[in-house]
């Protein structure tokens, strides 16, 4: 199983940017995926969940409205987008899903920069 993220970077304010997580190893339409995140100095906060077949979305209040789950099945991959960027959305950003047996699997992240 690899969970792989990309698109991160550094942003001005109000600016957006696409994640995307490139899965492999597994059945991706088989599986919800998830988008985390980990501030400096903060606990890992769930953002956002799509359901295996794209039809379901769910969000955090922080993200609700700015932030946009979505998936390709063909291409193996759940995106992030990211619109009216605020410098207290700076985190390392993670995909996860939950596999067979409950076991949870992350990426490796990335990291999203935003300034004032």
């Known amino acids: 199983v690899q969970l792989v993220e990309s698109g991160g970077g550094l942003v001005q304010s109000g600016g957006s940017l696409r994640l995307s997580c490139a899965a492999s190893?597994?059945?991706?339409?088989?599986?919800?995926m998830n988008w985390h995140r980990q501030a400096p100095g903060k606990e890992r906060e769930w953002l956002a969940v799509i359901s295996s077949g794209g039809t379901s979305t769910n969000y955090a209040e922080s993200v609700k409205g700015r932030f946009t789950i979505s998936r390709d099945n063909y291409m193996n991959t759940v995106y992030l987008q990211m619109d009216s960027l605020k410098p207290q959305d700076t985190a390392v950003y993670y995909c996860?899903?939950?596999?067979?047996?409950?076991?949870?699997?992350w990426g490796q992240g990335t990291q999203v920069t935003v300034s004032s």
């Open positions: 996860s899903f939950r596999g067979a047996g409950a076991i949870d699997y």
């Open positions: 190893g597994f059945t991706f339409r088989g599986y919800a």
